[in-house]
């Protein structure tokens, strides 16, 4: 089979070589069984591309790509080929970068670009959660994992079969870990950069050694029942994420001139932290603080914008952080799905609603938007509660106050959604055309305008206040008439009220007649329908009777009758005395007494003869 002594040496070698390359990689023996080989010519030359010179020939490593494992050995002196088993390793020559080479290289697919930053997370670290599933011992070696295996290198894979130590030891030693040695990791890109993953004392991080020379920390999976935050190991951190893991609550406060500018406590079941937690935090950037069951967010004491994330908190309390919206400057993460509970008061029930931190950063508008009248004054403005509607949505009640200024006319702008309206005890004649044509004045819901010189309600017909108010104050002022015929439609919804007492209608008999029975019949809409009285009777509205009022004086129309039956009667007695004298002169000559009295008139003669 073997024409020389030295090709059976050579023989025996190479298996030599194959049977410790299989017994180092079963797992390449099992991937190359299940592949075919590939054809081999009579002359024992293979089929794989050209071998290039040895200029070119780069670097030879065994690769575990499961292909056809064919390997050319020729003899020194015969020159045949000998086709090795497939359990040997393919061997790969990377040929260096040359012109006249004709193997085709295939690029790399390219990673997508990360997305960019945001600002406020510049000085915030994070290690990525697969270092906690291959952890170090702290010395730069790799550690057992958790069953108790230690990985070998290449160069003791090609030696010979890796070490192995038992399951059951390696978990014992895990159980044992020692509370009081050093459990956290220099992050292996990032200088003065640590991480800790599955700690249940602090002591696991106290006891490493330089902390003070720590610049970042990150803690997954802490499982401890309280936090002390006045601890000396965030002392000099200016990074510090405590994430994805078991916690109580924290307690004290930083320690004081902390150079934090970043805090994540993410994800940790926290239900309680103090008030002033940071409050000797002065470069504070960013504050992490979604996913717990807080309810509050610590107040703030600095003159510096701080990023806030307290999305998934679905115990926060929406009272507490206007407070802070408007007192402090926090920015929020996505407003738009924080959320908050807002115990609404409806006209039967309470409920509890979510409201989104970006409907409530609307109330702060209330604020900004406050009017300033020139001559006259500020309006105080504040936010009054928040009014629940369908979809989900709400809308913010903001309450503007321009009472006691001297006012002669309406503010000519007022802030988006002002739910009420305060202008009493001011020298306002006329409502003028506000409510008509200025947009801000159409979400109004209660008119508070006592003590005033407003001489008329009609500009209120047709807009959109008169379809949506619930609350009209117009007590003491000068009023003349009440437009019956549109309040009749605006108080056809219930609970709705207008107040009109202390002001001087001009009475008649029509207010005797209609006005009366009217308020009579909306005495629930007018509670105060009693004090309405009279500018010219000293009289109330109500206590008007109608056979006084309606009285009319004497008319000598009224005799005109009488005169034209006069006449008839004269005309008729004028008629038979000319028919009698006519018949007595018939009958005997004589002409009555008047006409024989009468002198002869030039034309007599005619008659005569």
């Not at 002022?477 to 001009?506: C, H, V, W």
Request: charged content about 20%.
């Amino acid at each position: 089979m073997f024409p020389c002594k030295h090709c059976t040496l050579l023989w025996l070698l190479l298996m030599l070589l194959t049977t410790g390359h299989a017994r180092a990689r079963p797992e390449q023996q099992q991937a190359s069984a299940d592949e075919p080989l590939e054809a081999k010519p009579e002359d024992g030359h293979s089929l794989t591309a050209p071998r290039p010179a040895d200029d070119e020939l780069a670097t030879v490593a065994p690769t575990t790509t499961p292909v056809p494992a064919v390997a050319i050995t020729q003899g020194a002196t015969t020159g045949a080929a000998t086709e090795a088993t497939h359990s040997q390793p393919v061997v790969t020559a990377v040929p260096a970068t040359s012109s006249t080479s004709t193997s085709t290289t295939v690029p790399a697919p390219l990673l997508p670009a990360a997305p960019e930053q945001p600002e406020y997370l510049k000085h915030c670290f994070y290690a990525d959660e697969h270092l906690c599933m291959y952890g170090h011992d702290g010395q730069g070696n790799e550690a057992p994992d958790v069953l108790g295996h230690i990985s070998t290198t290449p160069e003791s894979d090609s030696q010979g079969i890796g070490l192995q130590v038992n399951a059951s030891q390696g978990n014992s030693q895990n159980l044992e870990r020692n509370a009081n040695s050093c459990q956290c990791h220099e992050h292996p890109a990032k200088a003065n950069s640590w991480y800790c993953c599955n700690i249940s004392q602090m002591s696991m991080i106290s006891s490493c050694s330089n902390i003070s020379k720590w610049t970042n920390l990150h803690v997954r999976n802490l499982t401890v029942r309280t936090i002390d935050l006045s601890n000396p190991i965030f002392r000099s951190l200016q990074s510090l994420a405590v994430t994805d893991g078991n916690i109580t609550r924290l307690i004290n406060a930083f320690p004081r001139h902390s150079a934090l500018k970043c805090l994540n406590i993410s994800n940790n079941n926290i239900s309680e932290i103090p008030s002033r937690m940071f409050k000797d935090v002065p470069h504070l950037e960013f504050f992490g603080m979604s996913r717990n069951n807080l309810s509050l967010v610590p107040h703030h004491n600095q003159n510096k914008n701080i990023t806030v994330d307290i999305s998934g908190n679905m115990r926060m309390l929406c009272n507490p952080l206007n407070e802070i919206i408007n007192n402090d400057s926090f920015n929020f993460v996505n407003p738009k799905h924080s959320y908050c509970l807002y115990n609404a008061t409806h006209e039967w029930f309470q409920s509890t609603d979510l409201v989104s931190v970006e409907q409530l950063e609307s109330t702060k508008r209330c604020m900004t938007k406050c009017p300033v009248i020139p001559n006259y004054g500020s309006c105080k403005c504040r936010f009054e509660s928040i009014m629940i509607i369908q979809d989900d949505q709400s809308k913010p009640k903001c309450h503007v106050d321009c009472s006691n200024l001297g006012l002669v006319e309406l503010p000519p702008r007022l802030p988006d959604n002002t739910f009420v309206l305060n202008i009493t005890n001011n020298k306002i004649t006329s409502l003028g055309d506000h409510f008509q044509t200025n947009p801000t004045y159409h979400n109004i819901n209660r008119l508070v305008a006592d003590n005033n010189q407003i001489s008329s309600i009609y500009e209120f017909e047709g807009t959109k206040f008169i379809e949506n108010f619930q609350r009209i104050y117009m007590r003491n002022n000068s009023l003349s008439k009440i437009p019956e015929y549109f309040l009749n439609n605006a108080l056809m919804d219930t609970g709705r009220r207008i107040y009109l007492a202390g002001n001087k209608l001009q009475c008649d008999c029509n207010s005797a007649k209609t006005l009366q029975n009217w308020l009579k019949e909306r005495s629930t809409d007018i509670p105060d329908y009693m004090e309405i009285r009279c500018r010219n009777i000293p009289q109330s509205v109500i206590e008007l009777q109608e056979a006084k009022l309606c009285q009319s004086p004497p008319d000598w129309t009224d005799y005109i009758y009488y005169l034209i039956a006069a006449e008839v009667i004269l005309l008729l007695g004028l008629i038979t005395k000319v028919s009698y004298d006519y018949w007595v002169f018939k009958t005997s000559g004589y002409l009555p007494w008047p006409a024989s009295k009468m002198p002869k008139l030039p034309c007599d003669w005619l008659c005569e003869s």
